[in-house]
Nanobody, 112 residues
Framework: QVQLVESGGGLVQPGGSLRLSCAAS????????MYWVRQAPGMGLEWVSA????????YYADSVKGRFTISRDNAKNTVYLQMNSLKPEDTAVYYC?????WGQGTQVTVSS
């Protein structure tokens, strides 16, 4: 089955950390750039980060630069998003995606 399945979301206090995972199946994972995109309550989609097929190139939105790190393990068909120094404004549903497929999303809530 062709799918992306995110995990690792939850409730965290400001300043805390979470690591999101996205497990891919049903396609040749290492052929694709992978992306993290988020949607805050009542807002539109915001691109967060991207990583190329081998993981040698990474890109970040200014809003998360220096706090979030994207990585991938092609042997495990998994992409990660390490999120540090979380802020309330990082509260959103986080989706992983490639050019043709989106996951179902995982909720991240940053609140004291």
């Amino acid at each position: 089955q062709v799918q992306l399945v995110e995990s690792g979301g939850g409730l965290v206090q400001p300043g805390g950390s979470l690591r999101l995972s996205c497990a891919a199946s049903g396609f040749t994972f290492n052929n694709y750039w992978m992306y993290w995109v988020r949607q805050a309550p009542g807002m539109g989609l915001e691109w967060v980060s991207a990583i190329n097929q081998r993981g040698g190139s990474t890109y970040y939105a200014d809003s998360v630069k220096g706090r979030f790190t994207i990585s991938r393990d092609n042997a495990k068909n998994t992409v990660y998003l390490q999120m540090n120094s979380l802020k309330p404004e990082d509260t959103a549903v986080y989706y992983c995606a490639n050019a043709a497929l989106w996951g179902q999303g995982t909720q991240v809530t940053v609140s004291s």
